[in-house]
């Protein structure tokens, strides 16, 4: 059983940086892809970025330049840096890990960029 457990998540202003983390319990991930996507209260569930086992990125419009996505292997742990923040990132932002056959998620934590 996979088991996802994101941290790193918090209250910031507009225009500072956080830094969410999502640790995979287990061994083996590193061949599977990653993401981080994000829930705004009354919108749906949207991509915010995605890695590859071999390391290829992909963001969505309204992240690129400003979000950054890695992961380590050895740590089985996937990293989304997150700069100039806007009011408008303001979610609950989830881990996904997909092992081609199913996809998992983590319980979700809170990001709110607020003055």
């Known amino acids: 059983q996979v088991q996802l457990v994101e941290s790193g998540g918090g209250l910031v202003q507009p225009g500072g940086s956080l830094r969410l983390s999502c640790a995979a319990s287990?061994?083996?991930?590193?061949?599977?892809?990653m993401g981080w996507y994000r829930q705004a209260p009354g919108k749906q569930r949207e991509l915010v970025a995605t890695?590859?086992?071999?390391?290829?990125?992909n963001y969505a419009d309204s992240v690129k330049g400003r979000f950054f996505i890695s992961r380590d292997g050895a740590k089985n742990t996937v990293y989304l840096q997150m700069n100039s923040l806007k009011p408008e990132d303001t979610a609950v932002y989830y881990c996904?890990?997909?092992?081609?056959?199913?996809?998992?998620w983590g319980q979700g934590t809170q990001v709110t960029v607020s003055s």
């Open positions: 890695i590859t086992g071999s390391g290829n990125t």
């Open positions: 996904n890990l997909y092992n081609f056959r199913s996809d998992y």
């Open positions: 287990g061994s083996g991930f590193r061949i599977y892809p």
